[in-house]
C-alpha cells in the first residue's frame, strides 16, 4: 500500500529543500527509490520512496513547480525534509527522472492537455 504526502513548502537555497507537514514518520526510515510517477488529475509528479513494507509517494504538486524548475536550472540537489525535523533524505534522481518525464509530456497528449500546457508553462526547459 502508498502512503502518500504532499510537498507543502519549496525553497531554492544553495540546494532545492522540499517540506513535508509534521508528520510522526521519519525520513531516515525511508529510502530513495529513484524513480517518479506522474498524476496527471492532480496536476502533480510523483517521487517514489520506500520502507520495509511500504511505498512512500512524495506529491510535488503545481505549486512547487517554479521552485523545482528553478532547482532543474541551477543543478541544485532535492533534499525533502520534515517540518519540526532536522532529519534529511537526498532525492537523488530528482533530475533525472523529471528531465526523462517532462520530455515525455512535451507534445504528448496522453498525459492530458492540461498536464502538457501546465508543465510548458512551469518547466523553462521544455520550451528550449
Not at 61 to 70: D, G, K, L, R, S
Not at 76 to 84: D, K, P, R, V
Request: charged content about 20%.
Amino acid at each position: 500500500m502508498a502512503i502518500r504526502y504532499t510537498v507543502e513548502q519549496a525553497t531554492n537555497k544553495e540546494q532545492l529543500i522540499l517540506s513535508l507537514a509534521q508528520t510522526s514518520e521519519h525520513v531516515k526510515a525511508w529510502s530513495d527509490g529513484q524513480r517518479m510517477l506522474v498524476d496527471s488529475d492532480q496536476l502533480s509528479f510523483i517521487y517514489v520512496l520506500e520502507t520495509a513494507d511500504d511505498l512512500i509517494y512524495i506529491d510535488l504538486p503545481q505549486a512547487v513547480w517554479p521552485q523545482v524548475n528553478e532547482a532543474l536550472i541551477q543543478n541544485q540537489q532535492a533534499i525533502l525534509t520534515i517540518a519540526g525535523s532536522d532529519e534529511e533524505l537526498p532525492l537523488s534522481a530528482l533530475h533525472n527522472e523529471l528531465l526523462y518525464l517532462l520530455e515525455n509530456i512535451k507534445d504528448n497528449s496522453n498525459y492530458g492537455e492540461q498536464m502538457q500546457v501546465a508543465c510548458e508553462a512551469s518547466f523553462t526547459i521544455m520550451n528550449q
